[in-house]
């Protein structure tokens, strides 16, 4: 596979995991349910998106697939978040990374890179330490569903790498099929409360709509393994929001997790310039 690799692309990405990170701040200045909060999210979401990047959707069997990926990637992350802790549900979200490579691996016929492997083995540990103190092997069902999650992740970030594939139509798709499930399920909109429009207003146009727009732009020139390391910046600055805004504190072991995730996605992309260089 071509080693697509630019500073553009990095700083897009980099955007994306900011926009996502403040995904927990507008969540909580929210009561609805989780479905009920995706859903009005994406009301927001669809028409603020279509205004800013103003970009013609394609629709063809790629854009939907991805889509429909994206879209249970959010689904039964909801839900992971539900039953079981947080802290397993963004760790397991993030096999993701792991998923790629096997996605790749079938697809090109060709095992990962040892270089892969150490960088996946050493931000796994970093996040292994991260989130030492809420890690915990019960609640198996909200496990499974973020492992669940975790591979349609990545194949949204892998599928999104292939010619037919346009990242922004694919998120749009994803909205509205979010906005259609929670109209089934609710069939209407869900009581909503004024205090809930600041959580569900920031969550549509933030992690949503810019975090969207940023993804389709840095995923068109990133391979997909460094997209997924990069966006992975997420699950250290949301924590960072929390200590701001919420005083939560952030142990020494954490930092030295926090340090050990940021440095192998560094290195990563040392390398990744170093080889597109050559």
Known sequence: MENKISTKGVFFLLMTAFCWSLAGLFIRASHLSGLGFSMMSSIVAIPLSMIIHHKKLVFNKMTVTVGVFQFLMSLTFIYANKLTSVANAIVLQYSSTIFVLIYQSIDLRKLPTKRQMVII??????????????????????????????????????????EEAEAFSSTIFAYMFS?????????????????????????????????????????????????NLICMLEVILAPLWAFIFFHETISGISLIGAGMVVGGIILNLVLDFKKAAI
């Open 121 to 162: 083995a050493l931000v796994f540990i970093g996040m292994a330490l991260f989130f030492a103190d809420t890690l915990s092997f019960s609640h198996l069902l909200g496990n499974i569903l973020a492992i669940i999650s975790g591979a349609c992740f990545g194949m949204q970030f892998y599928l999104n790498n292939k």
């Open 179 to 227: 906005l259609t499930v929670g109209l089934i399920v609710f069939r209407g909109l869900p009581h909503f409360h004024i205090t809930d429009a600041f959580g569900v207003c920031g969550y549509g146009f933030f992690p949503m709509c810019l975090g969207g727009i940023f993804l389709a732009l840095g995923i068109s020139c990133t391979e997909a393994f460094t997209a």
